[in-house]
């Protein structure tokens, strides 16, 4: 299940409580996470997640921060 979020602030929120050592270089690489709202209300998302060291988040650890 793909997890949507309000802001795209929500979700970077989320991301970075679940892995504190990600940077904000990463986040704003679209390269390495990509991160998109389709405009179709649901919210926004993780579309792209290819970080070298740190596995994308599960939805049950973005739910628990």
Do not use: C, F
Request: net charge negative; aromatic share 6%.
């Amino acid at each position: 299940m793909t997890g949507y979020y309000t802001t795209i602030n929500q979700l970077v929120t989320k991301i970075k409580k679940v892995h504190t050592s990600l940077s904000d270089d990463d986040l704003n690489n679209s390269e390495i996470i990509e991160l998109q709202n389709n405009l179709d209300g649901r919210g926004d998302y993780i579309k792209k997640w290819k970080h070298p060291s740190l596995a994308k988040p599960t939805q049950e650890q973005l739910d628990a921060v």
